[in-house]
């Protein structure tokens, strides 16, 4: 039977997992660089080892509130642009789940979460939903915006 591997993490109360072999690493809070007129979901740029990275906001990203005194872990994964970290609240294990059992996102989800899924496993006593990488780096729309606000 068809298994597959996912590196999870939690923002907020969502629980979600990345496939193994598109995690370059995970590490602590970095110091970041703020990106001047950026969305608002991009939090810098990280020196990771001399390759510059873009960290995304996931909580930005999804529209969650902000939290205090927060401090976020990294995991940054190899997109077709390069490396991107996602900031995340808290890492999880890395986790093998059947293929059989991967489901569509549940009508019940809404907003910004059900934009970056592609689908959920059910596990015991709670949901992995898995991240499209691709949508949840994508600030394209957010981007456009505030160029269309500075140019005004």
Same mark, same amino acid.
């Given at each position: 039977?068809?298994?597959?591997?996912?590196?999870?993490?939690? +923002?907020? *109360?969502?629980?979600? @997992?990345?496939?193994? $072999?598109? /995690?370059? %690493?995970?590490?602590?809070?970095?110091?970041?660089?703020?990106?001047?007129?950026?969305?608002?979901?991009?939090?810098?740029?990280?020196?990771?080892?001399?390759?510059?990275?873009?960290?995304?906001?996931?909580?930005?990203?999804?529209?969650?509130?902000?939290?205090?005194?927060?401090?976020?872990?990294?995991? +940054?994964? *190899?997109?077709?642009? @390069?490396?991107?970290? $996602?900031? /995340?609240? %808290?890492?999880?294990?890395?986790?093998?789940?059947?293929?059989?059992?991967?489901?569509?996102?549940?009508?019940?989800?809404?907003?910004?979460?059900?934009?970056?899924?592609?689908?959920?496993?059910?596990?015991?006593?709670?949901?992995?939903?898995?991240?499209?990488?691709?949508?949840?780096?994508?600030?394209?729309?957010?981007?456009?915006?505030?160029?269309?606000?500075?140019?005004?």
């Amino acid at each position: 039977m068809a298994s597959q591997q996912f590196c999870t993490f939690s +923002v907020d *109360q969502l629980f979600f @997992g990345v496939k193994v $072999l598109q /995690v370059q %690493e995970v590490i602590r809070l970095q110091t970041m660089t703020v990106v001047p007129q950026a969305s608002s979901m991009v939090r810098g740029l990280i020196n990771l080892r001399g390759q510059i990275v873009t960290a995304i906001d996931l909580r930005r990203r999804l529209h969650l509130p902000d939290r205090e005194n927060w401090e976020p872990m990294n995991v +940054v994964i *190899q997109t077709d642009e @390069g490396a991107v970290s $996602l900031l /995340v609240d %808290e890492i999880g294990d890395v986790l093998e789940v059947s293929d059989d059992v991967l489901e569509s996102p549940p009508t019940t989800l809404k907003g910004k979460v059900k934009e970056v899924i592609t689908g959920v496993y059910k596990l015991e006593g709670r949901l992995l939903l898995v991240l499209d990488t691709a949508k949840a780096i994508s600030v394209g729309e957010s981007t456009s915006k505030n160029k269309e606000e500075a140019a005004a």
